[in-house]
């Protein structure tokens, strides 16, 4: 074997002997597409290009403006429920609830692994006339968080918020629904309006 | 000394003379329980892998909001209509930032803003800011806004959300009413989208009537979190 079939990583010597190897010439480097400020992560078998930054995993139940009936009277008894026929998971670990095995896309609340959250959703009830009102507030478990919301008839000028919202750090798993409070004038005739309005929105921070 | 001594980062030529070279062959690096999304980072005496931050890091972002109200006559005259065709540059909800003072547009990272006047708005000298469609490029975003009617009377509403250029709705939908004719529901338009192409994204109408086009000073801001990469 002579010296000029040596080659390391891939490269030659050059004619003063010297083998020059790059980042890509690295076995299992792979550097297609990088661009400016970006890194190198492991895929599982290899180093590939990628951002630096970390991504903030989110639930968002929602039904972009599709419809469906609420599935049940509101009662206070009851959680809040979405309607997601395509809901957004990307918080791993996280899966959604239906206490009331009720299906058809309608969730009540997901159940979140152990970390800080950011949490905020809303309610838009079915009510029988003026008096009509739903207060709800978001539940880690047993334990309420956030400020308290309220949905209300059109002709009700209460002046609660209408979006729930709250942040939570728990260093475990935890349910998290929003209960509802109080109920007045809930309407057994249920709307798609909570399909079309009601979202539950859950950031992951940390 | 003969060839079959000659190793390279502790790994001996084979017999054509080659020697491939991974990460770990390399003498400033030492794995533990390599996984994926793992990083390789610099410990002060040599590189080791950690795991990409799984926390919220947010490189780009991008804030806008009304932060005066319009002087110009005719406005009230011009209304939107239902968001159903290309017309994402004219009749999506627009937010007015004034060329100084705070609520101008505030981006990072790569995110845009296209600038329209819609047709029938006066802008005036004093080169006033409309925005209304946001460039998002390949990723992942939180899309939150809130807004306030400017109707003709009381008769008037909207229904707003999110929309992509193609007029997809990617979150949940807003009645917009006048004072006159009760506030029923969130008004918090909350969006999200993971893409992996550059695309715009606006507030658009699903439904709407003699919601005027006029600028107010408060009660519209647009905000756009990029929260990570795309997810295939």
Redesign the interface.
């Known amino acids: 074997?002579?010296?000029n079939?040596?080659?390391?990583?891939?490269q030659s010597p050059d004619s003063s002997g010297n083998v020059s190897?790059s980042l890509n010439?690295?076995?299992?480097?792979n550097t297609a597409g990088v661009q400016a400020n970006q890194?190198?992560?492991?895929?599982?078998s290899s180093?590939v290009a990628?951002?630096?930054?970390?991504?903030?995993?989110?639930v968002?139940l929602?039904?972009?403006?599709t419809s469906s009936n609420y599935p049940q009277t509101l009662n206070a008894s009851d959680n809040v429920y979405w309607y997601a026929p395509t809901p957004?998971n990307?918080i791993?670990g996280a899966s959604l609830l239906d206490s009331d095995s009720l299906g058809s896309n309608w969730y009540d609340g997901v159940t979140l692994p152990a970390g800080d959250y950011i949490i905020?959703c809303?309610l838009?009830g079915d009510f029988t006339g003026s008096t009509g009102q739903c207060k709800y507030v978001l539940k880690a478990g047993s334990t309420a968080i956030g400020c308290l919301a309220e949905?209300?008839?059109?002709?009700n000028n209460s002046e609660y918020p209408?979006?729930a919202s709250a942040y939570f750090s728990s260093g475990s798993s935890f349910d998290l629904t929003a209960d509802i409070q109080t109920l007045t004038a809930g309407n057994s005739t249920t709307t798609d309006?909570q399909a079309?309005?009601?979202?539950l929105?859950v950031?992951k921070?940390? | 000394m003969s060839?079959n001594k000659?190793k390279?980062a502790g790994q001996a030529?084979d017999?054509?003379?080659?020697?491939?070279?991974?990460?770990?062959n390399?003498s400033d690096i030492a794995y533990s329980s390599?996984?994926?999304?793992?990083?390789?980072e610099y410990n002060g005496s040599s590189y080791e892998?950690v795991a990409?931050?799984?926390?919220?890091?947010?490189?780009q972002s991008l804030f806008a909001n009304n932060n005066n109200t319009a002087t110009g006559s005719g406005v009230f005259n011009f209304v939107f209509t239902n968001s159903t065709s290309n017309d994402n540059t004219a009749n999506s909800l627009f937010v007015d930032a004034q060329s100084s003072g705070y609520g101008i547009a505030d981006i990072t990272g790569s995110l845009d803003t296209s600038q329209v006047c819609p047709s029938g708005l006066q802008i005036g000298s004093n080169g006033k800011r409309f925005y209304c469609k946001y460039e998002v490029p390949t990723g992942?975003y939180?899309l939150v806004a809130s807004t306030r009617g400017f109707f003709q009377d009381s008769t008037g509403n909207s229904l707003m959300?999110w929309m992509d250029e193609n007029y997809?709705?990617?979150?949940?939908?807003?009645?917009i009413l006048p004072a006159s004719?009760?506030?029923?529901?969130?008004?918090?338009i909350?969006g999200?989208v993971?893409t992996n192409t550059t695309i715009h994204v606006h507030l658009g109408f699903?439904s709407t009537s003699k919601h005027a086009r006029a600028r107010e000073a408060n009660g519209t801001t647009v905000q756009i979190l990029r929260?990570?990469?795309y997810?295939s």
């Open positions: 074997m002579s010296h079939k040596i080659k390391v990583a891939g190897v010439d690295i076995s299992d480097i890194t190198l992560i492991y895929n599982g180093y990628g951002n630096k930054e970390g991504v903030l995993g989110v968002f929602t039904s972009n403006n957004i990307t791993t905020q809303s838009h949905s209300a008839d059109p002709s209408n979006d309006l079309k309005r009601g979202y929105y950031w921070v940390a | 060839h000659i390279v030529l017999t054509a003379g080659s020697v491939n070279l991974s990460t770990s390399l390599l996984s994926s999304n793992d990083l390789i892998n990409k931050a799984n926390t919220l890091l947010v490189a992942q939180i959300s997809n709705v990617l979150g949940n939908a807003v009645e004719g009760g506030q029923r529901g969130s008004k918090k909350f999200y993971n699903i929260i990570g990469d997810q």
